[in-house]
Each structure stands twice: as C-alpha cells, then as structure tokens.
C-alpha cells in the first residue's frame, strides 16, 4: 500500500519554525513518520505532500530522502488538508486504498502501521479511521470538541486513516480501529505536546 503524509501546513501555534522541522530529541517530526514508514513492511511507496508554506521542509526531505526510489516529495498548493489531499490524488493517480497521515504524529511506530493496513485489509469496507480510547489518556488534554461518541465511549482521533483514492470525492463507508494506546493520540500543536513526546520516550526507550 502506498503512503501519503501530509505536511504542507503553516503549523502557526508553533511560532515561526516550521511544524514539521520541529525538533524531538534533536529529530525533526517529520523523520518519525517517514522512518516508521520506510520500516513498515505493508509500505510500498511513500509520498510527501508539501507546500511554499515549508521551504525549509522541501530542502531536507529533498537533502535525506529524495534520492530514495520509494519517496516522492509533491508540491501542493497549500490552501488546505483536504484540498491539497484531493491535489494530490489527483496528481499521483492514487486511485487504490492508500494510508494517509499527518507529519506531527512522532509517535506512530512500523508495528501500528502494519496492524492498520492489515486491519483495513480484512475490514471489508472502503476507508478505516484510527481511534484512541479517551480513557486511556493520563497525559494529554484534548480538545473534546474532536472526540467520537462510541455507545458511551470517548474516542479521540488519531490523525491516521486509510481512504480510497478512486472515491476520493464522495464520502466513504468506513470501518474503525481503537487502540489503548496513548501515544498515538499525541499531534504536535502547541510545545507542551513536544514535551510529553520527550517524556514518554524516556520512558519507554525501546518505543525509539
């Protein structure tokens, strides 16, 4: 299955660096999603969606990754995730399931990527979201306007979906995953996101 992470946002509650050039243990965001993927074994190609919003993106993703043969770095016009989401498909012709993630998600891991993509694969169904169990977060305030209602329980989206590029226009039948699993439920938007990053990583040290 082929990849797609998104990274082309301003990323402004950060201030002025660029959100996927965000440093975590001296490790831009944007290389925990990309080495996840590169490690995944469900992982065909990977493609970078960027925008003139992250010139400093595009010049090291271009500098560590663009001789690969399995990354293509896109531009895309910048006006949106959903826009530029559909600029893309477009463009790469993905017209088959494809993973889709954002690059301030640090802690996704090779292993979930796997489970997911095997998951959508004996689903059934054209698209499948990621969930995490709200009661599993010790650590992290979420915004609750985000959460899902599930019969009773609280889930929070992970930033992480497999849709269908030959549908990408209409909505989708989708099945869900929901995993227990804090980590996954972190996006970087504001620092203090960064520093629970570091914190579970030092905790847990064979997660890196």
């Avoid at 599993?136 to 009773?152: A, P, R």
């Avoid at 869900?176 to 629970?196: F, G, Q, R, S, T």
Wanted: one cysteine or more; hydrophobic letters at 35%.
């Amino acid at each position: 299955m082929d990849a797609l992470v998104m990274s082309g946002g301003r990323g402004k509650r950060m201030g002025s660096v660029e959100k996927p050039m965000l440093l975590l243990e001296d490790k831009p965001l944007i290389s925990y999603v990309v080495d996840a993927l590169k490690a995944s074994s469900k992982i065909e190609n990977i493609n970078i969606a960027i925008s003139e919003n992250v010139p400093l993106t595009e010049e090291y993703l271009r500098d560590t990754y663009g001789k690969g043969p399995d990354v293509r770095i896109i531009m895309t016009p910048g006006k949106g995730y959903i826009e530029d989401t559909r600029y893309a498909v477009e463009l790469l012709s993905l017209n088959e399931p494809f993973l889709i993630l954002s690059s301030d998600i640090p802690m996704i891991t090779p292993d979930v990527i796997d489970d997911i993509i095997t998951a959508y694969e004996n689903c059934g169904k054209e698209a499948l979201s990621v969930w995490v169990d709200e009661s599993c977060l010790k650590n992290i305030d979420i915004n609750k306007d985000l959460t899902l209602d599930d019969s009773g329980r609280k889930l929070v989206p992970c930033g992480i979906n497999v849709i269908n590029g030959k549908h990408i226009d209409r909505p989708q039948e989708e099945s869900a995953i929901v995993y227990d699993n804090e980590a996954l439920a972190i996006n970087i938007n504001y620092p203090k996101d960064l520093e629970i990053c570091r914190e579970l990583i030092k905790n847990s040290p064979s997660s890196r």
